[in-house]
């Protein structure tokens, strides 16, 4: 399952203003009251432009910034910092754009954008995870077998590569750019010891082949 807009009903029935647009898992249910909890961050908080609602119990709550966020999106990936439930801005939703939202792609892209844009804060939900479905938390979507991880690091990569080279908001951010590939070069390079040591090769040798692509991406000038 990927992260989708909410129908109008859902937003309706948890009282989310109109400025504010909810993407969700398409198998997910968060409650009314993360829903209104997320919201309110963004009433009170004018430099954040997404808000994740935690359903695993492991993230702090509060404001982050964007930048921080992205660079620890690139060492560690979207499903540890973020999650598949959120509440945006609609001016940074609508900035952001919704390209290929549906797809994994598309998610990681909205994701990284709108970080791009605005800062990100998290809140929990409040329900027990017994009541929410299983296909909401992070760590059901996390990719498993050499497989998975290889495909997760090569979309992670091409979503910061679309990110850095086609998005305009971020032409002017070289530190960020740098600090962001290196970490996710560095993340991509660890797999690539992990995959040798348990004596995977052909694993082992793909993270090495997209790790110096990164570091290729990397090194280009900008015009």
């Known amino acids: 399952m990927h992260a989708v807009v909410a129908p109008d009903g859902?937003?309706?029935?948890a009282a989310v203003p109109h400025d504010c647009v909810v993407v969700v898992d398409e198998a997910a249910t968060p409650s009314g009251r993360a829903l209104a909890r997320a919201a309110a961050v963004l009433?009170?908080?004018p430099s954040v432009g997404t808000v994740f609602i935690d359903v695993d119990g492991k993230t702090r709550e509060g404001v982050q910034p964007g930048a921080r966020w992205l660079r620890e999106a690139a060492a560690r990936g979207t499903d540890t910092v973020g999650a598949r439930c959120a509440v945006l801005r609609r001016a940074t939703f609508e900035a952001a754009g919704q390209q290929g939202l549906g797809t994994r792609r598309g998610e990681l892209s909205l994701w990284l954008r709108a970080a791009a844009l605005a800062d990100v804060a998290h809140v929990a939900e409040p329900l027990p995870l017994t009541q929410l479905s299983s296909a909401a938390s992070p760590s059901a979507h996390r990719a498993?077998?050499?497989v998975g991880q290889i495909t997760e690091l090569h979309e992670r990569a091409r979503a910061f590569h679309e990110l850095f080279e086609g998005f305009a908001p971020l032409r002017g951010e070289p530190r960020l750019r740098t600090a962001t590939y290196r970490a996710l070069a560095h993340s991509i390079r660890s797999r690539a010891w992990v995959a040798a040591y348990e004596g995977d090769s052909v694993e082992a040798s793909l993270c090495l082949h997209l790790a110096r692509d990164v570091n290729r991406w990397r090194r280009q000038r900008l015009p």
């Open 144 to 146: 498993t077998g050499a």
């Open 10 to 13: 859902l937003t309706a029935t």
């Open 43 to 45: 009433e009170r908080e």
